[in-house]
């Protein structure tokens, strides 16, 4: 595989979006930062001492910065802060107004623009919650909210009703209730922890953190999302993956939505974490201008699999208040998936979900294969378009007789 250094000779990255670009692995190089001692630049901790978090330090690393965005940048504190690792920045093509990269982390002052069906919790995780931190919404499965820190700021995020506590939402976990409701709770036997990101933690709180819940007997199966391997790969330290993998079966839940957000940086610490026996899948947003490309979007899936990732969801953008400028369409989902399945590997073909605004959980959206179920057969496309029948009674038993010739239906 190859292997190049994002920055170019200019100190800017390239802007190419052809396919063998978008799958060819860089690093993000060090831009701005290449005076800074290789020990500092690979230590997490300096990494978020030194975030880029005003507008004045985006004007002084981001000449280019548009008065769209200027101005988000100066409101950001209000809704949700402006945070951005150096690493990550370094991906920006600040010649490209709508790089992939800078529209993920960078606001704009459409975020103060909210539709009258936007919402601030559009999944209902707060009315869902039975204690303080964690949500309790399918019937086997627990959603345990550890901080509400990230160690850089997504514009369409979710959670932004509470992460960085932009809005005054006072988020206080309180593990010893959310443990306590959890262990009470035999029927619970799946822990997702999230936030925020759990493993902004220090590894010791974690540790003490997961021995708690892997103490409860009936907790079967633990998890982590976290997009910390894309925003800060550096905190995959050996010594972090030796910490987590005591907890098996552990999976940790990545999220990642542009090729170019898979570095030589991100490729290194996934291979640590797998190499630490832990499953990894992934969790993609569509966003418009960011993945909603069948092209751009097939390069990423394939090259999350050259990091030893399974892309697990594709998730329709959330009705997030202020988040319109980032929504792909539905009718834009559909048609990425047709793309996507029987025209590359199945393990790279993910499930497209829609949380079903206020609260419904995920709804899997899919186009669609099954053309028609008739008396003597049910009759199937594949992804060429070609019609097939497979023949069975309508109540599910095998034929008796071979069935009627078919008639092909139209395609819809
Ligand atoms: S990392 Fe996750 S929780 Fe944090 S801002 Fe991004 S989407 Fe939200």
Redesign the pocket.
């Given at each position: 595989m190859q292997a190049e250094n994002l920055s170019t000779a200019s100190g800017e990255p390239p802007s190419g979006n052809s396919l063998p670009n978008l799958k060819t692995f860089r690093s993000a190089g060090r831009g701005y930062w290449h005076d800074v001692a290789d020990a500092d630049w690979n230590d997490w901790r300096w990494q978020l001492k030194h975030r880029i978090t005003t507008v004045e330090q985006l004007q002084k690393f981001l000449p280019t910065l548009t008065p769209e965005e200027y101005a988000g940048a100066k409101l950001a504190n209000t809704k949700l802060a402006l945070a951005i690792t150096p690493y990550f920045f370094n991906l920006i093509n600040p010649a490209d107004e709508n790089c992939p990269i800078r529209l993920q982390v960078i606001p704009k002052l459409a975020e103060t623009h909210t539709a009258s069906w936007e919402m601030s919790d559009p999944c209902g995780e707060d009315s869902h919650s039975p204690v303080p931190g964690l949500v309790h919404r399918y019937p086997d499965r627990v959603l345990f909210l550890v901080t509400d820190r990230?160690a850089a700021?997504?514009r369409y995020?979710?959670?932004?009703r509470l992460?960085s506590n932009a809005t005054g939402y006072d988020f206080h976990p309180e593990f010893d209730k959310q443990i306590a409701y959890i262990a009470a709770h035999p029927e619970i036997r799946d822990v997702l922890l999230s936030?925020?990101?759990p493993l902004l933690l220090s590894d010791e709180k974690l540790e003490n953190l997961l021995s708690r819940l892997r103490a409860i007997p009936h907790v079967e199966f633990l998890r982590i999302g976290s997009?910390i391997p894309t925003f800060l790969p550096q905190r995959i330290t050996p010594e972090l993956c030796a910490m987590l993998k005591q907890f098996h079966p552990l999976f940790l839940s990545i999220?990642s939505n542009h090729p170019r957000e898979l570095t030589t940086e991100v490729r290194a610490a996934l291979g640590r974490l797998a190499d630490a026996g832990i499953p990894l899948g992934n969790q993609t947003v569509l966003l418009k201008h960011v993945n909603d490309d069948a092209d751009v979007m097939k390069a990423h899936l394939q090259k999350l699999l050259m990091c030893r990732v399974k892309p697990y969801y594709i998730y329709q953008c959330d009705l997030i208040a202020g988040s319109a400028h980032l929504r792909a369409s539905v009718r834009t989902g559909l048609a990425i998936m047709e793309k996507l399945r029987g025209h590359t590997t199945g393990y790279a073909v993910p499930t497209y979900v829609i949380d079903a605004p206020g609260g419904g959980g995920k709804v899997p959206v899919s186009p669609e294969y099954v053309l028609s179920r008739n008396a003597d057969r049910v009759v199937i496309r594949n992804f060429e378009g070609k019609i097939f029948e497979y023949p069975e009674a309508a109540d599910g038993s095998p034929l008796s007789q071979p069935p009627n010739e078919i008639v092909a239906p139209e395609l819809v």
């Open positions: 990230c700021y997504c995020c979710t959670r932004s992460v936030g925020g990101d997009r999220h």
